[in-house]
C-alpha cells in the first residue's frame, strides 16, 4: 500500500467550476501536511499547508482529518492557469516528505 | 522565497557512461539535501537524504553505489549516475532546506536521458 494515495484523475471541468480532491494518507505519525502544485516538465511549487482547522488562501481550501487520516483540497471558481497537476504530501521526522501520485487537473475554456 | 538551482536542466548520454547533476543553493545555506526521482505520472520518489559532511542515508532500494551522493559544502551537493542505462532515464529533482521544520526549496530538476 502507497503511503500516500490520490485519485489520479484526470480531472476535466469547465472554467468557473469548483472542483475537489482527495488524499489519504497511511503513516498515523505524519506530522505535517502539504498540497503542492506541479506543472508539466517542472519541479513541484508549494500550494499551501494543511491543518486540522482547515486553510483557506483565496480560492483554494485545504483541510485535514487526522481521525481518518484524510485530506482534501477545494477549487472554487476554476482558472484556466489551475491546469496542473496536485500533489498531496505527508511529512514525518521533520523533513522526510511522502508525495502521492498526484492528481491531474484539466480546466477548459 | 530560497532559491534553489540544478545542473545541468537536461542531459542525454550513452548506456554505461556516468552522469553528475549538481544541486546548489543560492540565497542560503542548506544543511539538508534531499535528491528525488520522478518517472512520467508518477509521484516523487525520495532516493537519498544528504547531510552536509556526512554519508548520504539511502532510501530502501536505492542503490548507493550507482547513485553517488556528495555533500560536500553547505550550498552544493552532486548526484553521480554511475553506468548509466535507460532504465535510470528519469526526472531527477533536489530539495534543500536550511534547517526550518518541513520546508524544502526545491530545484528546477534535471531530465536525464540515457540512450
Known amino acids: 500500500r502507497k503511503e500516500v494515495e490520490q485519485d489520479p484523475g484526470p480531472f476535466n471541468v469547465p472554467e468557473g467550476a469548483t472542483v475537489a480532491f482527495n488524499c489519504t494518507y497511511s503513516?498515523?505519525?505524519?506530522?505535517?501536511f502539504f498540497w503542492y502544485r506541479q506543472d508539466c516538465r517542472k519541479e513541484p511549487k508549494l500550494l499551501m499547508s494543511?491543518?486540522?482547522s482547515g486553510n483557506e488562501d483565496g480560492r483554494f481550501t485545504a483541510q485535514l482529518n487526522r481521525a481518518s487520516q484524510y485530506i482534501s483540497l477545494l477549487i472554487r471558481d476554476s482558472k484556466l492557469s489551475d491546469s496542473a497537476t496536485y500533489l498531496c504530501v505527508a511529512t514525518y521526522n521533520n523533513n522526510d516528505m511522502r508525495f502521492g501520485a498526484g492528481t491531474r487537473l484539466t480546466v477548459k475554456p | 522565497g530560497a532559491v534553489v538551482s540544478q545542473h545541468p536542466s537536461w542531459v542525454i548520454c550513452k548506456s554505461g557512461t556516468s552522469v553528475k547533476i549538481e544541486c546548489r543553493s543560492l540565497?542560503?545555506?542548506?544543511?539538508?539535501m534531499f535528491w528525488y526521482r520522478q518517472f512520467p505520472k508518477q509521484s516523487l520518489m525520495l532516493m537519498a537524504t544528504?547531510?552536509?559532511?556526512?554519508?548520504?542515508?539511502?532510501e530502501q532500494g536505492v542503490e548507493k553505489d550507482k547513485f553517488l551522493i556528495n555533500h560536500a559544502s553547505l550550498t552544493l551537493s552532486t548526484l553521480t549516475v554511475t553506468s548509466a542505462h535507460p532504465e535510470d532515464s528519469s526526472f531527477y529533482i533536489c530539495?534543500?532546506?536550511?534547517?526550518?521544520?518541513?520546508?524544502?526549496?526545491f530545484g528546477p530538476g534535471t531530465r536525464l536521458t540515457v540512450t
Open positions: 544528504s547531510n552536509e559532511g556526512s554519508k548520504a542515508t539511502y
Open positions: 540565497d542560503f545555506q542548506a544543511t539538508t
Open positions: 494543511v491543518y486540522s
Open positions: 530539495s534543500a532546506t536550511s534547517g526550518s521544520r518541513y520546508e524544502q526549496y
Open positions: 503513516n498515523s505519525a505524519s506530522q505535517s
